[in-house]
């Protein structure tokens, strides 16, 4: 049984800083592509980051380009997301996903992903 299990959300001010953690279990995490995902409220969920199995290739969106890094440990099977500037516009729910493919042009795309965590909320005040 696969699971995906977020922490490390929580209330912070704009311009601080969180650190998501996504613990992974049931799977070949090791050759997985792992993404992190959002939904704001009254929005779609939109891609935020993606890192391959190996955690040599990384992709972000515009909008946290710079304030993010995704990163990931292998030996621990835990993707974290480090969220640094936070801006009120960042609140959302985040999930983490785990690709059941290989690193490809559509890493952004929900529908790539198999495996989705419950989701962490991250809420930044003003």
């Known amino acids: 049984q696969v699971q995906l299990v977020e922490s490390g959300g929580g209330l912070v001010q704009a311009g601080g800083s969180l650190r998501l953690s996504c613990a992974a279990s049931?799977?070949?995490?090791?050759?997985?592509?792992m993404g992190w995902f959002r939904r704001a409220p009254g929005k779609e969920r939109e891609f935020v980051a993606a890192?391959?199995?190996?955690?040599?290739?990384?992709d972000s969106t515009d909008s946290v380009r710079g304030r993010f890094t995704i990163s990931r440990d292998n030996a621990k099977n835990t993707v974290y997301l480090q969220m640094n500037s936070l801006k009120p516009e960042d609140t959302a729910v985040y999930y983490c996903a785990a690709d059941a493919g290989t690193w490809g042009p559509q890493r952004r795309e929900i529908i790539k992903y198999d495996y989705w965590g419950q989701g962490t909320q991250v809420t930044v005040s003003s």
């Open positions: 890192i391959s199995w190996s955690g040599s290739r990384t």
């Open positions: 049931g799977l070949t995490f090791s050759r997985k592509t």
